[in-house]
């Protein structure tokens, strides 16, 4: 008797810490190191417009809205990977040089740090591993990210305030609706044929979201 009874303890010892191990896994954050460090337009997949800093302005608080294309450094932002799948979103708006390299002086940056749909993503100096300014992601099965917000404990993610394909629409924080407007599509400034040709494969025989 007292043999099964140490079996069942283990037993349920053994499961309690499978939960535990799968619940860590599935919560962590995922890196990605195509990003990492790299320089991207962020294109709506939804709309096809652009995440664009409003009329360029480095300056605390400058809204972030959708755009067209338009190759200025409004619509440049930096992945920088600050480890364990965690990102910062800086914008080359402001940016300046420092000798060979480049300091990064505004994010992109939940409004307070505010836990609530609807929360202002605008753009902010730039702090390092700010709560605020943290960011994952995770990718959809046709090559597009998810940006969550860490201000949300990752609960919610960038999106736009319409679904509508004109310039200016707001960008905020949201609960994640499983629509192309909570997603988006990394277009590197620079020559990365990689990530093409895995858009390419993963969106050449897929409908358009109605």
């Not at 420092?98 to 940056?109: A, C, K, P």
Request: proline fraction near 0%; hydrophobic fraction near 35%; charge should be neutral.
């Amino acid at each position: 008797m007292r043999k099964i009874h140490i079996k069942i303890k283990l037993s349920l010892f053994l499961a309690i810490i499978f939960m535990l191990l799968f619940v860590t896994k599935s919560n962590a954050a995922q890196e990605f190191t195509e990003l990492n460090n790299r320089c991207f337009y962020i294109k709506n997949a939804y709309t096809g417009h652009y995440l664009d800093v409003k009329d360029g302005i480095a300056q605390g608080g400058t809204n972030v809205q959708q755009c067209q294309y338009n190759g200025s450094y409004a619509q440049k932002w930096y992945m920088v990977h600050l480890g364990n799948g965690e990102y910062m979103i800086c914008s080359d708006v402001g940016s300046t040089a420092e000798g060979e390299s480049v300091r990064l002086n505004y994010s992109l940056d939940v409004s307070n740090g505010v836990n609530a749909n609807g929360t202002q993503i605008h753009l902010w100096n730039s702090v390092m591993n700010g709560i605020t300014q943290t960011f994952s992601f995770t990718k959809t099965l046709n090559n597009t990210y998810i940006i969550w917000t860490k201000a949300s404990n990752y609960t919610k993610v960038a999106s736009l305030s319409d679904n509508l394909c004109s310039d200016g629409i707001n960008v905020h924080q949201w609960e994640y609706s499983n629509h192309s407007h909570d997603q988006w599509i990394f277009e590197p400034v620079y020559k990365f044929e990689n990530m093409g040709v895995a858009y390419a494969k993963a969106n050449y025989n897929r409908k358009v979201d109605a």
